[in-house]
């Protein structure tokens, strides 16, 4: 009977062990939501703005000296050898173009070092090119006087050990838009994860 007993213990300290380290692979090593007015130091911009009633970080925008052009996330104590996914959701306000002489592009960059995203493609869509009518659109959001469309696309990227120094990284973040006035972005819900 105690032998019985023994090896119950020992499969349920084992399934507890495994529970617990699992659910701490799935607990972010730093995450940032914007609740406030200003976002924390690990940003090199502070502003927030609100988009359907949710602080978000930005607005940002390389052609209109009102907005910031980009933001850079710097990420400190890494474990060595560690790799890291971050995740976030990108917020496109406006209308962004895919393609043509008015393509915009969206990148992430470690800082002195290699590029890790380039996107070219956006969910921006809008029927007849007509700003008043967007397709499968999240919602609108108030940008000076006008009304604009937004989307919202969860993105992930993950970041190998060989760019990281000194258990840091820093990442910049920045749009090459066409648009002064009626193109945006902005970051939500940045999750860091250590692999």
């Known amino acids: 009977m105690n032998k019985i007993l023994y090896l119950f213990a020992i499969s349920t300290f084992s399934l507890l062990l495994c529970a617990s380290s699992a659910s701490a692979e799935n607990c972010p090593f730093k995450s940032f939501s914007f609740e406030k007015k200003k976002a924390s130091s690990d940003w090199s911009a502070k502003k927030t703005y609100v988009v359907s009633g949710n602080r978000t970080l930005g607005l940002f925008n390389n052609r209109n000296k009102r907005y910031p052009s980009q933001t850079v996330l710097t990420i400190k104590d890494i474990p060595k050898n560690s790799s890291i996914t971050v995740k976030f959701d990108m917020l496109y306000i406006g209308s962004w173009d895919s393609e043509g002489k008015l393509a915009d592009r969206f990148t992430i960059t470690v800082g002195g070092g290699p590029e890790i995203m380039n996107i070219t493609k956006f969910p921006c869509l809008l029927e007849d090119g007509d700003d008043t009518k967007p397709v499968n659109n999240t919602g609108f959001v ?42 945006f972005w902005a970051l939500d819900n940045v999750e860091i994860f250590i692999n």
């Open 142 to 183: 108030k940008v000076g006087e006008r009304d604009r469309a937004y989307w919202v696309t969860p993105l992930s990227f993950t970041v190998e050990p060989s760019v990281i120094t000194n258990s840091e990284l820093k990442l910049e973040f920045k749009g090459y838009l066409t648009g002064r006035k009626t193109e």
